[in-house]
């Protein structure tokens, strides 16, 4: 199994920065996507940024500009830097793993516990 580890939530300013972190562990042959996710009081879970082996990110329309999401493959560990927060980035976000045990496995999709973000003056 595998075990994620989300850290740097917290309380923040509007127009402040926040860094998130999550580290994957345990038996892990390879990763493949990464990615970050939010949810809001009374709303869904949605995707904020991804990121894949290749490289490649993408982003939710709403964060373009303020979010970048990067990885170390060596260390398994996938990270949200937060800048120019608003309000409306108030939720719980949750780290999203695709891994494999085996060469041979299919790839899984593991979730973080969540860390809380709150953007308030």
């Known amino acids: 199994q595998v075990q994620l580890v989300e850290s740097g939530g917290g309380l923040v300013q509007p127009g402040g920065s926040l860094r998130l972190s999550c580290a994957a562990s345990g038996s892990i042959f390879s990763i493949n996507g990464m990615g970050w996710y939010r949810q809001a009081p009374g709303k869904q879970r949605e995707l904020v940024a991804v990121?894949?082996?290749?490289?490649?990110?993408n982003y939710v329309d709403s964060v373009k500009g303020r979010f970048t999401i990067s990885r170390d493959n060596a260390k398994k560990t996938v990270y949200l830097q937060m800048n120019s927060l608003k309000t409306e980035d108030t939720a719980v976000y949750y780290c999203?793993?695709?891994?494999?045990?085996?060469?041979?496995?299919?790839?899984?999709?593991?979730w973080g516990q969540g860390t809380q973000v709150t953007v308030s003056s």
């Open positions: 990121t894949t082996s290749g490289g490649t990110s």
């Open positions: 999203n793993v695709e891994w494999r045990q085996y060469s041979w496995s299919s790839y899984i999709k593991s």
